[in-house]
């Protein structure tokens, strides 16, 4: 049972350039969520989703865009990279409202645009 | 979601209860505490959270006032691994996400 797995640990893009941050869980969560932080901040929502095919913006969403298209896996796209999104980005699980487990984190991926 | 005002650091000896407080003054009545902590720079990890009654766990105790305008975070005998920040989070259950604030870093004296 491996939790919630990110991939890559760690990156860095030029301006301009994209990709594609990898989360995928293997608890049959129905909730899940992808946070950055900043140096020094706490985290802040980008975009989560309540179920495979169901998303939703977050506090910060712009310059990212989110697909669900299976309960496992939640992957956050950057299309333009701009050095406002360095920042690591954080995913997380939860078996959804009502459940009193709390979430589950991955390990995170560090992100630097330069 | 209520607001909570936590400290921005503490200290506590290792050994020693370390006590955390936090704020919320104006949660509403189905509206619960949650705790979280972030060792250094991985994830955030649930660690206990309550309504009213006071809860226990293997790693900590929440002792929540009886107007439950704020709520302490206890941990019974710190060692150097509780060094982390910690988050103090009011929820919503119906409201799908957790708000993270900046937490209290806990820092654990040898």
């Known amino acids: 049972n491996a939790g919630v797995t990110q991939t890559p640990k760690f990156r860095i893009l030029k301006i301009g350039q994209s990709m594609t941050l990898q989360c995928t869980q293997d608890?049959?969560?129905?909730?899940m969520y992808w946070y950055r932080q900043d140096p020094g901040m706490g985290l802040k929502l980008i975009y989560y989703?309540?179920?495979?095919?169901?998303?939703d913006k977050g506090e910060v969403p712009n310059g990212y865009n989110v697909s669900r298209s299976t309960t496992e896996d939640f992957p956050l796209r950057l299309e333009l990279a701009a050095p406002s999104q360095t920042s690591v980005y954080f995913c997380?699980?939860?078996?959804?409202?009502?459940?009193?487990?709390?979430?589950?984190f991955g390990s995170g991926t560090r992100l630097t645009v330069v | 979601d209520a607001k909570t005002t936590q400290p921005t650091s503490m200290d506590c000896a290792e050994g020693r209860a370390a006590n955390l407080p936090c704020n919320h003054s104006?949660?509403?009545?189905?509206?619960?505490v949650y705790w979280y902590r972030q060792i250094h720079s991985q994830g955030p990890q649930y660690i206990i959270h309550?309504?009213?009654n006071n809860e226990t766990n293997e790693m900590a105790s929440l002792i929540i006032t009886e107007d439950r305008k704020s709520s302490t975070l206890i941990l019974p005998h710190a060692t150097l691994r509780d060094t982390a920040v910690y988050y103090c989070?009011?929820?919503?259950?119906?409201?799908?996400?957790?708000?993270f604030g900046t937490g209290t870093r806990l820092t654990i004296i040898p």
């Open positions: 997380a699980s939860s078996h959804g409202q009502g459940v009193n487990y709390g979430y589950t």
């Open positions: 608890m049959n969560h129905n909730y």
């Open positions: 989703s309540v179920g495979a095919g169901i998303t």
């Open positions: 104006t949660i509403s009545g189905n509206e619960y």
């Open positions: 309550g309504l009213k």
């Open positions: 989070i009011v929820y919503h259950f119906g409201n799908e996400k957790l708000t």
